[in-house]
């Protein structure tokens, strides 16, 4: 099977496990991408069949990574997962979820690659209208759970489960903030809350922003405005059961409320 192939392969079986037809077994797949390009193959694969980046809509992603030397991976998200806070996601029934506190970014016009192009790095923030809390579940398709290969939970969205979104601020009203010094938390049912400062593995959320933009218009794409991209954990939450109620915060910027 050439590589294409296999891709192609890999985003029908995920794409009928995220219509909620079963999980997947990871053994069943090689422990290692036959190539670098493999999983995103897939996951843009996965995207069109299940429709996500319909053409003239806002999108939803993710993006983000464990440091600024490494990296940095980027997924397309299910719409049909993105809830406005106090949100309730009892009816998607995710598999063992974890909750990640994180700040959303939002476009406030729309973007390709040719704009992208007489853009300076500098200026890509400018882009932005509106930053909030946000909070990603985090699940799988792939019966093993984070336990399966990094490729194969890379095709699968990077293990989204659906996203929750805060009350917006402007992006002029968060100029100020020192996000080496924010605090954030997370706190489960009627548990102590647990709480983390300056603890974004990129030092700042719009810094991987142009990386993103690149990549999310890239082969002749397009971003339209309203488009949210997720900027990566300062706070990371596992474990969670049906029925959990959870409420993100990040000082100075609000907190939202969900229910898994």
């Known amino acids: ?64 990574g464990p440091s600024r030397q490494a990296d940095l991976s980027h997924a397309p998200l299910a719409p049909f997962g993105v809830r406005i806070a106090p949100a309730d996601f009892s009816d998607l029934r995710l598999q063992r979820p974890g909750v990640e506190a994180e700040i959303a970014l939002r476009l406030g016009q729309s973007v390709d690659a040719e704009s992208l192009a007489r853009m300076k790095p500098q200026a890509a923030a400018e882009l932005v209208d509106g930053v909030c809390v946000a909070a990603e579940l985090v699940s799988s398709r792939w019966q093993q759970g984070q336990a399966a290969p990094a490729w194969l939970r890379h095709a699968d969205a990077l293990s989204h489960g659906a ?38 593995s990129l030092g700042d959320p719009f810094w991987g922003l142009l990386g993103w933009l690149r ?24 474990d969670l059961v049906a029925g959990d109620q959870i409420c993100v915060g990040f000082d100075g910027l609000g907190e939202l409320k969900l229910c898994v």
Not at 17 to 43: F, H, Y
Not at 166 to 187: K, L, M, V, Y
Not at 224 to 236: K, R, Y
């Open 1 to 64: 099977m050439s590589h294409h192939d296999l891709a192609q392969d890999l985003a029908s079986q995920l794409a009928r496990a995220w219509r909620g037809e079963g999980l997947l077994d990871a053994q069943a797949w090689p422990a290692e991408a036959p190539d670098s390009l493999c999983a995103d193959r897939a996951l843009a694969a996965l995207a069109e069949q299940l429709n996500w980046q319909p053409a003239t809509a806002p999108q939803f992603w993710k993006s983000g």
């Open 163 to 200: 996203l929750a979104l805060g009350e917006w601020h402007s992006r002029q009203s968060c100029a100020a903030i020192d996000w080496s010094q924010q605090t954030c938390s997370i706190q489960r049912n009627g548990e102590p809350p647990r709480s983390a400062r300056g603890s974004h």
């Open 215 to 238: 990549h999310a218009t890239r082969e002749g794409r397009s971003l339209a405005a309203g488009s949210v991209v997720t900027t990566g954990a300062w706070l990371v939450l596992s």
